[in-house]
């Protein structure tokens, strides 16, 4: 399995960015997707994730109607479109494999531990 992001950067406050995470290894479309971020200093935190099929999401309230998750099952690609970016969204951003197949719930991608495999990171700097 091998989760690969790219697409982060440098963006002044109230910028966007877009993220790509593309997953080799494994029957992308079986499972739900997550991404995480970590600031320094502070622990990792949920910011939101797909189901398999891509029909459902879910997001931590602090990025709610902001950011946007998506993927690509024929790409084998997962998306996080974020907007009105924030000083406070400074962070690496991960994605992440949800470890149970063709499973989906508001509450599993929240927990970190649900998760079997993670990118390396890509690093989003929003700054003036």
């Known amino acids: 399995v091998q989760l690969v992001e790219s697409g982060g950067g440098l963006v002044q406050p109230g910028g966007s960015l877009r993220l790509s995470c593309a997953a080799s290894g494994f029957t992308f479309s079986s499972y739900a997707m997550s991404w995480y971020r970590q600031a320094p200093g502070k622990e990792r935190e949920f910011v939101a994730s797909?189901?398999?099929?891509?029909?459902?999401?879910t997001y931590a309230d602090s990025v709610k109607g902001r950011f946007s998750i998506s993927r690509d099952n024929v790409e084998n690609t997962l998306y996080l479109q974020m907007n009105t970016l924030k000083p406070e969204d400074t962070a690496v951003f991960s994605c992440?494999?949800?470890?149970?197949?063709?499973?989906?719930?508001?509450?599993?991608?929240?927990?970190?531990?649900?998760?079997?495999?993670w990118g390396q990171g890509t690093q989003v700097t929003v700054s003036s």
């Open positions: 992440a494999k949800l470890a149970l197949r063709d499973a989906w719930s508001s509450a599993l991608p929240r927990r970190a531990d649900n998760h079997d495999y």
């Open positions: 797909v189901s398999s099929r891509g029909s459902m999401t």
